[in-house]
């Protein structure tokens, strides 16, 4: 009886989940529909996940005709250097945060959570400015380091909950075979951290794929676009250029897909919310 | 350690990050403060001069179409719905997936799609789904439902129903993966007692598995309102810039309007001041109540 019981459970578990699986799934599926469809089909009222005479054409003519191979690799490029100072930066000023007391780390921490609430557009038009006057605007050192700023806080809040679950007596006992806190620091701490680092290059690079609303400000020469500002230019006009678009969607997704498939281990334990204590 | 060597460690591991935060983040903040108190505009865009705390009444009385009271209150609805729906699938998720069930690695992996695909991507298609006549949304509910077409894009609250819908299937798996690191820490022993104390799975979920997932909720949670309350991103490509007549805006994306298509820079960098101080007062209370309940466990 109790055998029977819980076998019920088990498959209500497992329908439950499918259930959510297809609606997390569905609208990818429905990009893949729209890249396959042929040009003249595009606007279609079947639900076919495969259509009727499924053509490769989009991809074809994203690669030929448009400048998509330049949109992305630009996008690479930043989002390259985004994740780099990302790392760099956040497991550096994370350990400190997490091993050391030093004047102003309650108000480092506490300013770092305030740059969260700052709402975008507040930052946007002083930043414009700013970079207009430094002469940045079209540049990517301007986008790189606005980018790099955006996920900063989070990143480093996230090192820094992580390193506080990481011993010190592990660095003690480094101290005490002769290294000296930096060494103890990459040689000990840093591969013990690894879970966090992932969490910190997968929003830092995110962060830099993804977004839209601050580069359409300051990259405004088309031949630097990155790869949302060429996917938004397909939707631009009166009549939407679905198949390239959901093409192009495709091929974005696609790294970013595979970098979380394979992190997703690590998701579930680097992310160290509950640290907050400062 | 010698006190000086470890000082400059401090600096040169923090400095970096703080330079960078500093250029871009808190230098544009003060100069942000500073145009909220002016009458920059597109007439005066290098002339400008403070004209005290005008903008800021402008803010509070002047009568936009949608008004500033109606926006904050959608705001909040937009905000509450969306952290709740986030928040209670993604729990309810990760507690589905904490059992031994088989196959549990690969429903985590799709589970976590939505949270993978960039978030102009979700909103174009998301819109596409919800066009009238070829949308499968409409078509499903037609077809399989039997139901009348709804007008999604076209109607104030179908849109905005649009846009939560969308803001919900892209945010629950921040939460459930978060809830499942939580779960994960909860040491079995806990609940192989409670067994011998024969207690119900509803009396093990109240007392043992919600007190002990809340310490890491509560920071995703207040950063998930942070996160929804500005997310511009949603609204203004879902909603194609507030369609219909800016009757979906939320506070960011009506602030969005306003400096990049009104060019109203004074008043834009003051309703943003006014965001910014909503939400720390929200932050700082709710995480304040939240700690003063931690303790009573």
Redesign the interface.
């Given at each position: 009886m109790n055998n029977l019981k819980k076998k019920i459970i088990?498959i209500i578990?497992?329908i439950?989940?499918l259930i959510?699986?297809i609606?997390?799934?569905y609208?990818?599926l429905?990009?893949i529909t729209?890249s396959l469809r042929p040009s003249d089909k595009l606007?279609?009222?079947s639900?076919e996940i495969i259509p009727e005479n499924a053509t490769l054409k989009s991809y074809v003519s994203l690669f030929t005709e448009q400048p998509f191979l330049l949109w992305l690799r630009n996008s690479a490029f930043v989002s390259f250097c985004v994740t780099i100072t990302g790392i760099?930066?956040?497991s550096?000023?994370g350990?400190?945060?997490s091993r050391?007391n030093?004047i102003g780390k309650k108000i480092?921490l506490l300013?770092?959570?305030?740059?969260?609430?700052?709402?975008?557009?507040?930052?946007?038009?002083?930043?414009y400015?700013?970079l207009i006057y430094l002469g940045l605007i079209n540049t990517y050192l301007g986008i790189i380091?606005?980018y790099?700023?955006?996920a900063?806080?989070?990143c480093?809040w996230t090192m820094k909950g992580y390193y506080d679950t990481i011993p010190t007596s592990l660095e003690e006992a480094a101290r005490i075979d002769g290294c000296n806190?930096?060494q103890a620091f990459y040689r000990v701490v840093i591969p013990l951290a690894a879970p966090a680092l992932v969490i910190t290059g997968l929003f830092s690079f995110?962060t830099a794929?993804?977004e839209?609303?601050v580069a359409a400000?300051i990259l405004q020469d088309s031949s630097l676009w990155t790869l949302?500002l060429g996917?938004?230019s397909f939707?631009a006009n009166m009549s939407t250029e679905?198949g390239l678009?959901g093409a192009a969607?495709i091929i974005?997704?696609i790294p970013?897909?595979i970098?979380?498939?394979l992190s997703?281990?690590w998701?579930?334990?680097?992310?160290?919310?509950?640290s907050?204590k400062g | 350690?010698n006190r000086f060597?470890?000082?400059i460690?401090?600096f040169?591991?923090?400095a970096?990050?703080?330079l960078?935060?500093i250029?871009?983040?808190?230098?544009?903040?003060i100069?942000?403060l500073v145009?909220s108190f002016s009458n920059m505009n597109l007439r005066h865009i290098t002339d400008w001069k403070l004209i005290g705390f005008q903008q800021y009444i402008k803010v509070f009385t002047e009568p936009t179409q949608p008004g500033f009271y109606g926006i904050f209150i959608k705001t909040i609805i937009w905000t509450f719905v969306n952290v709740f729906f986030h928040v209670v699938?993604g729990v309810f998720?990760a507690l589905?997936?904490n059992?031994k069930?088989?196959g549990k690695?690969v429903?985590?992996?799709?589970?976590?799609?939505?949270?993978?695909?960039?978030?102009?991507?979700?909103a174009?298609?998301?819109r596409?789904?919800f066009n009238y006549?070829?949308g499968?949304i409409n078509?499903?509910i037609t077809?399989y439902l039997n139901l009348p077409a709804i007008e999604w894009l076209k109607n104030p609250t179908e849109a905005f129903l649009a846009c939560i819908l969308t803001n919900v299937?892209l945010g629950f798996?921040f939460m459930m993966?978060?809830a499942?690191?939580?779960l994960?820490s909860i040491p079995d022993e806990l609940y192989e007692a409670a067994n011998i104390d024969g207690a119900s799975w509803y009396q093990k979920l109240k007392n043992i598995t919600l007190p002990l997932i809340r310490?890491?909720m509560i920071?995703?949670i207040t950063?998930g309102v942070?996160?929804t309350f500005?997310n511009?991103?949603i609204i203004?490509?879902v909603s194609n810039g507030g369609e219909p007549s800016d009757s979906t805006h939320i506070?960011?994306s009506f602030?969005?309007k306003a400096?990049?298509n009104l060019y109203r820079?004074g008043y834009?960098?003051a309703l943003?001041?006014v965001?910014?101080v909503i939400?720390?007062f929200f932050?700082l209370i709710f995480?304040k109540k939240s700690r003063a309940t931690e303790a009573a466990y």
């Open positions: 088990r578990t497992h439950v989940l959510f699986v609606i997390a799934v609208p990818v429905q990009v729209i606007l279609s009222t639900l760099l930066l956040a550096m000023a350990y400190a945060f050391f030093f480092g300013s770092l959570l305030v740059t969260q609430m700052f709402p975008a557009t507040m930052l946007l038009l002083p930043l400015l700013m380091i606005t790099s700023a955006t900063l806080p989070f480093v806190q930096f995110m794929w993804a839209y609303i400000q949302p996917l938004k939707e679905w678009y969607s974005v997704m970013v897909v970098i979380f498939l997703s281990r998701l579930v334990s680097g992310l160290t919310l509950g907050v | 350690m060597y470890k000082n460690l401090i040169t591991f923090t970096p990050a703080f960078i935060l250029g871009v983040v808190f230098y544009p903040f100069y942000n145009i699938i998720l589905l997936l059992q069930i088989a690695s429903y985590r992996t799709l589970l976590i799609l939505p949270w993978a695909i960039p978030q102009y991507i979700v174009l298609t998301w596409g789904m006549e070829y499968s078509l499903i077809k299937w798996p993966i978060v499942l690191g939580a994960q310490p890491v920071p995703a950063l942070v996160w500005n511009l991103n203004w490509l506070l960011v602030v969005y400096a990049f820079y834009a960098a943003s001041m965001i910014f939400l720390l932050s995480m």
